[in-house]
């Protein structure tokens, strides 16, 4: 048992090396010195205040994602449309802020409401990915891509159409919504304490759900194994799509976050990613909800680190993609090689 | 083609599945390959057409020692395979099926290929349209497509597995025709069956094999009552029977029929009493599989009623069948039965009612190891399943059942199980019989349903016998009613 751990975290770290390894030759390939690249995403990152800001501000959305599919992962099913429960999510909650932004209520209340109306909004996009899977025989991976596609679509539609700013619509999206409106933030920032305190507790949640319940049990029981689970009582079509309704409230939430406190508006492309990220976060840390937090944060702080390679070496800024795709797919990789190599230890 | 095996030895595992088989065949000649499920045909066959490689042995071909890497290897050599469930791409048109596994070349020749079909299909009397999809067609139809194929590939021995499983009477014919057409034209051609009509009424050359052993060879005239001596073993001595108190009848069966893609059984009544113990006989694939599935409400039935206990339960769902006292055990522990990756533990608290939302996951241990030590599972609470040996898989399935139970449905209980884990899983469920739990158990070891079954009942191609007093009942009566001769008597003497 030992010695397995010990193979386990050799190839881990074998993986981390490589990925640097092969980013450090593309640096080079692209005319960037290595070190002083990596020295600025650092600097990039935890430089100054503003920027660990920034990366906390990233955090949040990419926890949310983490934690939801964790929860498909461990029904066996690949959300893929987690994209697009996350803006439709968004779209949710600018909806019932929209209408309601001129009403009597307490600014609280309707800002709460936007919120658990972005939980619906992205539970029933993946209620349409599960319905289609579990009665049409649609693989979740091509009705969730599917779905994707018409959420952006939707976005567009409402930004330059029914909620279009007074005037022309605009790529920036909707009217900003008042001051009121915004989840509260620390002083003289864009970080709220509110977003990040439900993000941490949405993953804690997801950890003790699938660590120490029935329920977590049962559905790792219908991913692992649906026949077998079946036959010893669990309802699995039931199971899967209640995993997707619980992924879809996480991705709402996170996209109703982006809208509450981050861009106080529906722009296009709100999801920016932070669903397929965190698949990368999920597949990276083997569906162990214990390290989603940490991870996510690493992942954070690349793509606000790397921001600084733009600036200072003309370097898109993708390059934290680059890197953080690298080492999904090595780590993978190792894994493989670990179970071919290794297979009687 | 004359093939020659020699001294073919292949193991899975713990399993010897092919022990030094000799076995000539000449050109021109129908060898019957006969045996239980088990016996090692398929291993045999499989390793002749190139899909796995013996462990030790050699193949000659026209006295030409050979090595076959693959199937495609194996065709390019002359050796083609019919497979049980033909190996063809539905959703495709006869004709690309039959141009698919043709060698080299970007284009397919389409226009020399549809006369080259034409041709053969006349030579055998085949009716196929080159146009049609394969999903139209029946099994049958889509086995004659295979033979075409493979026969145009240059295939000169020919496999048959199990070819008369699911067609019609009318196609058998035609396919006997064309086998024997086949061995006329000089092909060697082998029939493994498990059926003794079919061998008796089309081979010339019988080889029987047993526990992956040959274990016999017969050449025609032969009779019916030697090939089953052979297949079965000489009679062995059958044990105390120590049948359990019966009480009153606690499911009932009234005209049920159930049916799947190729098979049918139709209108069966049954009535089971508490403590009793069913054994149903008959080679794999024969109805006994559906039926089994059918009571325990897993596989829809299309006529007739299911009842247990006092309730009606006909199209109701397993996990209704499950409420009511109903539990089934499947044959494969790994793909059904139990979950990969999952630790025992964790497959004791899901198997009993769940209490609260939280685990309590130290009782659920204590729960795995009392269970364990109970049930004489090799293995810790922590183990995963997958990392236990076939018996204490089969025992840990049997220690997750609750209790008490109104039926217990069991798929090969002990299959691939030593004897002493086979007594001692009997054992247990002999106690479980005692508390008024009745079995109904599919088995293809005749003397383990003749040892421990209260009646039997016996299936072949979807037909079942009345239910049969297992103490008026002999292996070699048993064997031949599985094989599918002697039904006549049966009837005679029922309507008598």
């Not at chain 1, 439900?198 to 029981?221: C, D, N, P, Q, W």
């Not at chain 2, 001692?424 to 009745?438: D, F, H, N, P, V």
């Amino acid at each position: 048992m030992k010695k397995n751990a010990w193979i386990n975290i050799g190839f881990q770290v074998g993986a981390l090396f490589l990925a640097l390894l092969i980013t450090t030759l593309l640096l080079v390939a692209a005319g960037a010195p290595p070190l002083k690249a990596y020295a600025s995403i650092l600097s990039g990152a935890f430089g100054s205040l503003n920027n660990v800001e920034q990366i906390l501000i990233t955090w949040s959305p990419l926890l949310l994602t983490t934690a939801g599919v964790l929860i498909t992962f461990s029904a066996g099913l690949w959300n893929i449309g987690i994209e697009g429960q996350m803006t439709l999510g968004a779209i949710f909650a600018t909806g019932v802020l929209r209408l309601l932004q001129n009403t009597q209520l307490p600014a609280a209340l309707i800002i709460i409401l936007g919120i658990f109306g972005g939980m619906v909004g992205g539970a029933v996009w993946a209620s349409l990915a599960g319905a289609l899977k579990t009665f049409g025989g649609v693989n979740e991976i091509f009705g969730g891509l599917g779905l994707n596609f018409v959420s952006t679509a939707l976005t567009i539609y409402l930004v330059f159409g029914p909620w279009k700013r007074p005037g022309v619509g605009s790529m920036s999206g909707t009217q900003p919504f008042d001051q009121k409106l915004w989840l509260p933030t620390l002083p003289h920032t864009e970080l709220s304490l509110w977003a990040l305190g439900m993000s941490l507790l949405v993953i804690v949640v997801v950890f003790f759900l699938l660590r120490g319940t029935h329920f977590g049990l049962r559905l790792k029981a219908v991913g692992k194994n649906p026949k077998a689970a079946f036959l010893m009582g669990v309802p699995t079509w039931q199971y899967s799509m209640f995993a997707f309704l619980l992924c879809g409230a996480f991705a709402g939430l996170s996209g109703a976050i982006q809208v509450t406190s981050v861009y106080h508006r529906l722009l296009p492309n709100i999801s920016n990613g932070y669903g397929f990220l965190g698949l990368l976060v999920a597949m990276l840390i083997n569906y162990q909800a214990l390290w989603a937090a940490p991870i996510a944060f690493f992942f954070a702080a690349l793509n606000i680190g790397s921001v600084q390679l733009q600036i200072q070496y003309k370097l898109d800024s993708s390059f934290a993609g680059v890197l953080q795709d690298l080492l999904v797919l090595l780590v993978l990789l190792g894994e493989g090689a670990r179970q071919r190599f290794f297979r009687k230890v | 083609m004359k093939v020659e095996l020699k001294d073919i030895h292949k193991t899975f595992g713990a399993v010897h599945a092919n022990v030094g088989i000799n076995l000539t065949i000449p050109a021109g000649t129908i060898q019957g390959i006969l045996g239980e499920n088990g016996a090692g045909k398929s291993t045999l066959m499989k390793v002749l057409s190139g899909f796995i490689r013996a462990d030790r042995g050699e193949i000659l071909l026209d006295d030409r020692p050979v090595i076959i890497h693959s199937p495609a290897d194996a065709i390019r050599q002359g050796v083609g395979m019919l497979h049980q469930d033909p190996l063809d791409f539905p959703p495709m048109r006869v004709i690309d099926n039959f141009i698919l596994g043709q060698e080299g070349g970007l284009l397919t020749g389409q226009v020399d290929a549809r006369q080259d079909f034409k041709k053969l299909a006349e030579q055998f009397s085949f009716s196929l349209d080159p146009d049609a999809y394969v999903d139209s067609l029946t099994i049958g139809e889509r086995q004659q497509l295979e033979i075409l194929r493979l026969i145009w590939l240059g295939a000169r021995v020919l496999i048959f597995d199990e070819p008369t499983t699911g067609i019609s009477a009318a196609q058998k014919e035609k396919l006997f025709a064309a086998l024997r057409l086949l061995a006329e034209q000089g092909k060697a051609v082998l029939f493994v069956s498990h059926k003794l009509e079919d061998v008796e009424g089309l081979c010339t050359h019988v080889a029987v094999l047993r526990q992956g052993q040959l274990v016999g060879e017969a050449k025609s005239p032969y009779t019916t009552k030697q090939l089953v001596e052979m297949m079965f073993g000489k009679a062995i001595s059958v044990g105390d029977r120590n049948p359990c108190g019966k009480s009153d009848r606690v499911i009932s069966l009234q005209n049920m029929s159930v049916e799947d893609y190729r098979l049918k059984v139709q209108n069966v009544s049954l009535d089971v009493r508490g403590g009793e113990v069913i054994g149903l006989a008959g080679m794999e694939g024969s109805g006994q599989g559906l039926f089994l599935r059918a009571i325990a409400g897993m596989v829809r039935t299309v006529g007739g009623r299911i009842i247990i206990g006092d309730r009606d339960l006909t199209g109701r769902s397993y996990h209704t069948f499950k409420k009511q006292g109903v539990a089934f055990l499947p044959a494969s522990r790994l793909e059904e039965g139990l979950v990969p990756g999952l630790t025992l533990t964790e497959h004791f608290i899901m198997a009993e009612e769940a209490k609260g939302f939280f685990i309590n996951w130290e009782k659920g241990r204590q729960l795995a190891q009392k269970r364990i030590n109970d049930f004489n599972v090799r293995g810790t609470p922590e183990n995963t399943v997958e990392s236990l040996s076939g018996g204490n898989q089969q025992r840990a399935l049997l220690a997750l059942l609750r209790d008490p139970l109104t039926m217990l449905m069991l798929e090969h209980p002990t299959r691939g199980l030593d004897i002493e884990s086979t007594i001692y899983i009997w054992s247990r469920l002999k106690e479980r019989c005692q508390k008024g739990t009745s079995i109904l158990f599919v088995s293809s070891d005749l003397e383990e349903i003749l040892q421990y079954s209260d009646r039997v009942l016996v299936f072949f191609s979807g037909k079942v016998t009345p239910p049969l007093e297992s103490a008026t009942l002999t292996i070699e009566k048993l064997g031949e009613l599985i094989g599918g001769s002697g039904w006549a008597d049966l009837t005679s003497r029922k309507s008598a």
